[in-house]
C-alpha cells in the first residue's frame, strides 16, 4: 500500500507493516480485549448501581465471581493499551490519504474510526488512572466511564461491519490479494506481531498480581500491592479519609431497625453466634485479596431485629460524608450464611483502617460495598 501527499515528493510508508493484514492481526487480539472489558464492565457497573427490579435476584454466589470479572476487566484494559497502540500505530499512514474524504459515505466511515479511536483513548486513560485513584479531571468517573464505554462499543461494531470483507478474508484466507497469508508471511509482520504480544505479556504479568495472590512477587506496576497493609489487606478509604476517629467511636451502639429494634453493645455482638468466612475485598480499582473475616451473620441480626426470609438491609455507615456511606443489600446477599457484621480480621479486632468496630463483609460483590464503620442496620 503507497500514500501520497500531493504536491510535492511522494510520503511512502513501508507498505506490509503497515497494511490491512497486520490492522487485521492486532484487531483480532484488540477486539476481544474490548469485549471481555466491555462485557465485565458492565456487569460491575449493574452490580453497583442495580435497578430496582433486579436488587433481590442478584446472586451472591459464586463467592469469588467478582473477584474474577473485575480482575478480567482490569486486566483486559491493561492489555488493550500496548495492543492499541501498535493497532494505532500499523494504520497511522492512513491519516494522509488524499483526497481526505473521497464520498459521504468515506467520510463518514472516517468520522466513525476517529471517534472509534478518541473514545478507546479516553476510556483506557480514565481506567488506568483509576486503578492509581487519581482523578485529574471535573467529570464524574464512573458515569463517564459507563457511557463512553456505549460509544467505543457503538462505533467498534461499525468499524467491524465495515471491515468486514477484509476480516472474514483474514480468516477464510479465501482471496488471494494483500490479505492471503501468504507462503512465507515475512520475517518483519512475525517480528512485529511477536513483539506486540511479548508487550501484552509483559504489563499483564507485571500488574495482575495485584488480583491473582500467587503472581503477587512479580507485580511490580500495579498501584497496590495486596500483600502489604493493615493485618495483611490493602486499605482503601481510610479512617483519616472518612473522618472516623478513635474518639468519635466511644459509646458505639449498633442500632438495628426493624419490626423489633435493637440497639447492641460491642459487648453484646461478641456475645452472639461468632462465624468465621474466608472471603475477598475485590476493589473496583482492580487489587483484590482474600482474608478471614469473624464476626455475626447479618441474617442473624435481621432476624433478631424481626425480620423475614426475605428481608433486605440497608446499611448505614458512621461516616458523615461520601458516596459509600449507605449502602443496600439484596435479599439473596442478607440471607447468605457468608454474609457477616465483621468484627475481626485474620484474626485480629478490626483495624479502624478496615473499619473498626463492625463492617460488612459479603460474597461476590464489588468492594465499594463492603460498607466499613456500621452504625446502623434497617431491615426493610
Ligand atoms: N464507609 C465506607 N466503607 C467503605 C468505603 C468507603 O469509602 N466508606 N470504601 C470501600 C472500598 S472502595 C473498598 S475497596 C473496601 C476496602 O476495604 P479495606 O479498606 O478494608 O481493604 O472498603 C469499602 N468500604
Ligand atoms: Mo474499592
Known sequence: MR??????????????????RTATAIGRWLGPAFAV?????????????????????????????YRLTQGLHVASG????????????TVYPRLFVRPPVRSVLHGLERLSVAVLVGASLFELFTGLLNTFQWYPWPFDFVATHFAVAWIVMGSLLLHIAVRWPGIRDHFTLRSPGTLALPETDG????????????A????????????????GRIDLFAPRSPAHGVQGLPVNRTAAAARVTRASLSGWRLTVDGPRPLTLTPEELR????????????????????????????RDLLELAGGSPSSRVRV?????????????????YAQDPLTLLALRLNGEVLSLDHGYPARIIAPNRPGVLQTKWVGRLEVR
Request: aromatic residues 8%.
Open 78 to 89: 491493561i492489555a488493550a493499551i500496548p495492543l492499541l497502540l501498535a493497532k494505532l500505530w
Open 3 to 20: 500514500f501520497t501527499l500531493p504536491p510535492g515528493p511522494p510520503i511512502t510508508f513501508k507498505a506490509r507493516l503497515h497494511d490491512a
Open 37 to 65: 472489558c466491555f462485557a465485565t464492565g458492565l456487569l460491575s457497573h449493574f452490580l453497583q448501581h442495580p435497578p430496582g427490579w433486579a436488587v433481590d435476584l442478584l446472586p451472591s454466589r459464586p463467592s469469588w465471581g
Open 271 to 298: 456475645a452472639l453466634p461468632q462465624h468465621e468466612v474466608t472471603l475477598p475485598i475485590a476493589c473496583v480499582e482492580g487489587w483484590s485479596m482474600s482474608a478471614r473475616w469473624t464476626g455475626v451473620r447479618v
Open 187 to 198: 520475517p518483519d509482520r512475525r517480528r512485529l506481531l511477536t513483539g506486540i504480544a511479548a
Open 316 to 332: 448505614v455507615s458512621l461516616e458523615e460524608a461520601g458516596a459509600y456511606r449507605v449502602m443496600d443489600m439484596g435479599r439473596l
Open 200 to 215: 501484552v505479556g509483559a504489563v499483564t504479568l507485571t500488574t495482575v498480581g495485584q488480583s491473582v495472590t500467587p503472581l
